[in-house]
């Protein structure tokens, strides 16, 4: 059984490899066709698009690899079956639950490899780009339990924010409670946060009251991190690391919808593998009978590009607000694990 549990999960594993290089190469093709004037024009040129084409390997890998795992599962089932290896493994009380459990390995395996590229690989390519963005941020808004705060100029090699303003709302009846005008925000060693020229104008029973102080503090819990550069989005964040984001927005009052889908979305990538397997399984072996190579191809692309297009639909809804976080990333591998069920039912 062990050999014939590792013969399997080489075989998945060799089809793997070969899909995603295939399509790997395809992708790579056709973006050097659409940029040939510029690719060719000079050294330069051809410099730069060999650049970019690296940076945007972790983009383009995380939508193979599901795509590539289904074709992957289509070829060596078709091709177990069209050698009859898998008569043979059943007549010795190889299962399909036996089956399965080697290529269940190598899926953890591809599991920690997507993993590894969306959180550490786009990182470590982009990080050229991430220290060009600089630490200097304007313009800025946030929002922090009941206060607006809108920061003009933020400095952040300085340790300097200038030209704030802070709006203060009373939530029943909604109205403005209290306006503050910062000239300048210094944050010391100890991670309090200065106030230098604030001019208050606050609402009192008998209408607003003006009020000037030359200087104020904030404790670090009481007033948000504006140095903070999400220069890295949700999408690339380690699981643990958005975690801690989203904690610390949570404490902050600050929304944490869209932190809550992306640290969703991570999980559901590390399932999604295992959906497409189980449900390329029994496909395999209900519609490819006769081995035909260019049906598995076009069955497991359409495949790949349906799951892709229903998984970023679902995934833009949650954003959105009009699907929960959990609905939004996990409702694809739901359905197509069900499907999967349905086939193995038919298949047995």
Partial sequence: MKLLSRYIAATFLKFWSLSLLALLVLVIVAKLFGNLDTVFSSRAGLQQFAEDTIRSLPSILDLLVPMTVLLATLFTFNSLGRSSELVAMQSVGMGLFRQLRPIGFVLIFIAALDYANQ????????????????????????????????????????????????????????????????????????????????VTRHLEPGGWVLERQKSLDRPREEFPDLFEQDTLDAHHLPFFELSEKIRQLESQGRPVELYAVEWYQKTAALFAPFALVWFGTPLAQVHFRRGRASGEILVGILGGLLFMIATETVFTLGKGGFLTPLLATWSVNVVYFALGCAMVWRVR
């Fill in 119 to 198: 959180n550490y690989l786009f990182r470590i390519l982009q990080r050229g780009d991430l220290a060009a963005a600089g630490p200097r941020l304007s313009y800025q808004w946030t929002i922090l339990r009941d206060q607006i705060i809108y920061a003009r100029r933020i400095s952040a090699e300085r340790g300097r924010v200038t030209d704030v303003r802070i709006f203060q709302w009373a939530p029943s009846p909604f109205h403005l409670q209290r306006m503050e005008r910062v000239a300048r925000i210094d944050r010391d060693e100890t991670g309090r946060w200065l106030l230098h020229d604030v």
